[in-house]
T-cell receptor, first 117, second 112 residues
Framework: GAVVSQHPSWVICKSGTSVKIECRSL??????MFWYRQFPKQSLMLMAT?????????EQGVEKDKFLINHASLTLSTLTVTSAHPEDSSFYIC?????????????FGPGTRLTVT | AQSVTQLDSQVPVFEEAPVELRCNYS??????LFWYVQYPNQGLQLLLK??????LVKGINGFEAEFNKSQTSFHLRKPSVHISDTAEYFC??????????FGAGTRLTVKP
């Protein structure tokens, strides 16, 4: 149980276009989902926390107008990178917290590799 | 604020040797502690977690970790590593059942 999926697993887009990444909890309800960014050979940096039905909370330094997060249901959160630039190229990982299992553990998706050309 | 320090960025070790990956944290409140493993181009897989109770925690793949409150440490150990253990390992703390803060990671390389 507690499986989180991400789609797509990798995407290449041209500079100036927008890209949407989906994060789904497959077998549990996730009231809270988290979005992380990971640069090569570096750790995960929390970008934002999204709660179902409300606005996401962004970490300091993360542009909310560039990284749009929508948590429309208990099983789906989306991250849209708007007007992407090469510096947005990164590995994006989402995680979800199982509301019924307790609040302490996050389950991570497999990640999405974004390359902006 | 909470922070996590993984003291070794890279740990090379020979197959079947023991290994310890070090993790120290700082926090003014009680925290939950985690170790995750990441294989190339994949997400994170939970190895083990400490929430409360026994300070020695056993996880998957033969890993274990010991919580030391006085030293604010949560070192990860395995008595005998395999080639397949080669991966990136992240220590993480969660202070308030909300966000999670990660260490910089330790690259474990197991050599034949």
């Amino acid at each position: 149980g507690a499986v989180v999926s991400q789609h797509p697993s990798w995407v290449i887009c041209k500079s100036g276009t927008s890209v949407k990444i989906e994060c789904r909890s497959l077998d549990f309800q996730a009231t809270t989902m988290f979005w992380y960014r990971q640069f090569p050979k570096q750790s995960l940096m929390l970008m934002a926390t999204s709660n179902e039905g409300s606005k996401a909370t962004y970490e300091q330094g993360v542009e909310k107008d560039k990284f749009l997060i929508n948590h429309a249901s208990l099983t789906l959160s989306t991250l849209t990178v708007t007007s992407a630039h090469p510096e947005d190229s990164s590995f994006y990982i989402c995680s979800a917290r199982d509301f019924l299992a307790g609040a302490y553990e996050q389950y991570f998706g497999p990640g999405t590799r974004l390359t902006v050309t | 604020a909470q922070s996590v320090t993984q003291l070794d960025s890279q740990v090379p070790v020979f197959e079947e040797a023991p290994v310890e990956l070090r993790c120290n944290y700082s926090s003014s409140v009680s925290v939950y502690l985690f170790w995750y493993v990441q294989y190339p181009n994949q997400g994170l897989q939970l190895l083990l977690k400490y929430l409360s109770g026994s300070t020695l925690v056993k996880g998957i793949n033969g890993f274990e970790a010991e919580f030391n409150k006085s030293q604010t440490s949560f070192h990860l150990r395995k008595p005998s590593v395999h080639i397949s253990d080669t991966a990136e390992y992240f220590c993480a703390v969660s202070p308030n059942n909300n966000d999670m803060r990660f260490g910089a990671g330790t690259r474990l390389t197991v050599k034949p």
